[in-house]
């Protein structure tokens, strides 16, 4: 009886640590690790759950050797857990905010982790790729030109269209530099550009005019325009809400109506546009709250994406 006793007992320690201790994740590649690689090819490592997202990310991080002013957002974290060799990481990274084509890339190595399910990739793109993508993206912004003769308004609505498209084309110009194909005269172009943008943004300001209820969208735009008292021109802002069920889920619509007018009679319309934010959840309540985050998104892209 004893020693049926006994063997229970070493048979239960053995499915308790069975199933109460983790196993081991899968070991990751050392080439996961690697820093980034520059030659005749720039290499770089990224993850994702996806293989398209995994060489989005990856193609961030390769930007980012280019240039450190772009707008490609890299996190690495590198965590050893109670001193085991087992490590986790994490990258992210936004270099479509660039809307690059760069299609000659190139997979170097690939891994999926078995616990996980997510990709690594490690790509390979050619320098003589990448200038040329540059080059293609900068040369849309290389034709912008100030209307020095122009009255203040319409002046002042072209530095609302296109000063950020001036500071992309300068950071688009450093990281040509960084690649030795710098262009010393569209730079200066661009600078001369943006400095008459920047100085009539000092001089006229843009009132918005919204319900008290739209407090949040108006400041997040205000944000985005010049603050003179001296107001050259109105943003009316109105909204519509919708809503409906579908399939026991709160749908709703935002629907964001912009006007950009002359701020005196005959109150002359310049541009009129609607945003539109689509949302559902489990109640109106998480409904409208993923809705206005979702027109807040939209905001929060360049004033050309959406008030021109």
């Not at 990751?28 to 005749?40: L, M, N, V």
């Not at 008459?196 to 407090?215: C, E, F, N, P, Y």
């Not at 069920?245 to 701020?263: D, M, Y």
């Amino acid at each position: 009886m004893k020693l049926i006793c006994t063997r229970a007992m070493i048979v239960f320690i053995a499915l308790f640590y069975m199933f109460a201790l983790p196993a081991h994740a899968a070991q990751k590649p050392a080439w996961i690790f690697e820093a980034p690689q520059s030659g005749p090819s720039l290499q770089s490592v990224g993850s994702g759950n996806t293989v398209a997202e995994a060489r989005q990310v990856a193609l961030g991080n390769i930007l980012l050797q280019v240039s450190q002013t772009l707008q490609a957002n890299t996190r690495s974290i590198i965590e050893s857990h109670n001193g085991v060799a087992n490590t986790q990481f994490q990258q992210k990274a936004q270099g479509k905010s660039l809307n690059l084509d760069i299609s000659q890339t190139k997979i170097a190595r690939q891994w999926r982790d078995p616990d996980t399910s997510d990709v690594y990739l490690q790509i390979a793109v050619a320098k003589t790729d990448l200038v040329r993508a540059l080059e293609d993206r900068l040369a849309k912004m290389a034709v912008l030109r100030f209307p020095d003769t122009s009255s203040q308004t319409d002046q002042l609505l072209w530095a609302l269209k296109h000063l950020e498209s001036l500071d992309l084309g300068l950071r688009l110009d450093r990281a040509l530099t960084a690649l030795g194909a710098g262009q010393p005269d569209t730079r200066a172009h661009l600078a001369g550009n943006q400095k008459k943008a920047m100085s009539i943004w000092q001089t006229a300001g843009v009132r918005i005019i919204a319900k008290q209820s739209l407090d949040s969208i108006s400041n997040l735009i205000r944000q985005r325009l010049p603050t003179s008292t001296n107001t050259a021109l109105w943003l009316q802002l109105n909204q519509q809400t919708y809503h409906r069920l579908a399939n026991g889920r709160t749908e709703i619509k935002k629907v964001l109506s912009i006007n950009l007018k002359q701020p005196h009679s005959p109150f002359t319309s310049y541009y009129q546009r609607e945003v539109v934010a689509l949302a559902a959840g489990p109640d109106r309540s998480s409904a409208a709250l993923a809705a206005e985050q979702a027109l807040a998104d939209k905001l929060n892209q360049p004033l050309a994406n959406w008030l021109f």
